[in-house]
């Protein structure tokens, strides 16, 4: 994805990696708009980890992406701690966050954008689609 190329990623012990070595092998990327000031985000989050595991479980090229709307890096590294599955983030204070916000028109959160790896949108309802359909939903999204 043209956004993330050449971008580094965090995961929750503060590590980085490379976007693209990360996502190369993904064909379905998720990009997760949440905070963890936001009552509805800690309450989606863990019903979404829940999706991530089993998903990942099944060997499935996915990935998710979490974009942060925390008002510090610690507060956004404790979100990812207390209750996010071993998925990787746009790092805190990073352009990218405010790129993708506006590439995918985000206007509150928590939302769940999917996509495919070119970046084309599957689903702007990530969220119901998770939180209905379970697991199901990767299929759905992978057709």
Same mark, same amino acid.
């Given at each position: ?9 965090? @995961?929750?012990?503060?590590?980085? $990696? ?9 064909? #379905? #990327? ?16 863990? $019903? ?15 990935? #998710? ?24 983030? $746009? ?5 990218? $966050? ?26 702007? @309802?990530?969220?119901?689609? &998770?939180?209905?359909?379970? &697991? ?5 999204? @992978?057709?």
């Amino acid at each position: 994805m043209d956004i993330l190329s050449g971008q580094k990623l965090v @995961n929750k012990s503060r590590s980085t $990696v490379s976007a693209d070595e990360a996502l190369n092998d993904k064909e #379905i #990327i998720a990009f997760y708009f949440s905070a963890h000031w936001c009552p509805p985000c800690r309450m989606f989050t863990p $019903v979404l980890a829940d999706f991530y595991e089993e998903v990942k479980d099944k060997g499935l090229p996915f990935e #998710i992406i979490f974009v942060s709307s925390d008002r510090s890096e610690d507060a956004l590294f404790d979100y990812m701690s207390e209750a996010h599955g071993d998925w990787l983030a $746009v790092p805190y204070g990073s352009q990218t $966050v405010d790129q993708l916000k506006k590439k995918f028109n985000v206007q509150g959160i928590p939302m769940l954008i999917v996509t495919r790896k070119d970046g084309t949108v599957i689903s702007t @309802n990530g969220r119901s689609d &998770v939180e209905s359909k379970g &697991v199901k939903a990767f299929n759905d999204w @992978n057709k």
